[in-house]
């Protein structure tokens, strides 16, 4: 599995930005897609998932009414929109992925996914 994160940029306060992630290697059915992020000096933090099949999503609370993860069967792509991005949503941002392990699975720590793509920096200035 490879993913490729792409999209990140310098942008102000209150702007949209859309992240996007290709995936190659499989077919994704079956899996979870995460976005993780991690600013300098701080742990990776969870921002969200979407479960590939269904396109369930599930959202951090710092996140939650801000972003929106999607994700597009034909061109094996996930999406993170993003709008009214503040300073602190500064961070380089990292999708990952996993295969879905049961009904009830909530996949929002990091060493729950395998695979991780390299990353793209967003930049928020205030």
């Known amino acids: 599995v490879q993913l490729q994160a792409s999209g990140g940029g310098l942008v102000q306060t209150g702007s949209s930005l859309r992240l996007s992630c290709a995936a190659s290697?499989?077919?994704?059915?079956?899996?979870?897609m995460g976005w993780f992020r991690q600013a300098p000096g701080k742990e990776r933090e969870f921002v969200g998932f979407?479960?590939?099949?269904?396109?369930?999503?599930y959202y951090a609370d710092s996140v939650k009414g801000r972003f929106t993860i999607s994700r597009d069967n034909a061109k094996n792509t996930m999406y993170l929109q993003m709008s009214s991005l503040k300073p602190e949503d500064t961070a380089v941002y990292y999708c990952?992925?996993?295969?879905?392990?049961?009904?009830?699975?909530?996949?929002?720590?990091?060493?729950?996914?395998?695979?991780w793509g390299q990353g793209t920096q967003v930049t928020v200035s205030s």
């Open positions: 290697g499989r077919t994704f059915s079956g899996y979870a």
């Open positions: 979407i479960r590939w099949s269904g396109g369930s999503t």
């Open positions: 990952a992925a996993d295969r879905w392990r049961s009904s009830d699975y909530s996949p929002t720590r990091a060493f729950e996914y395998l695979w």
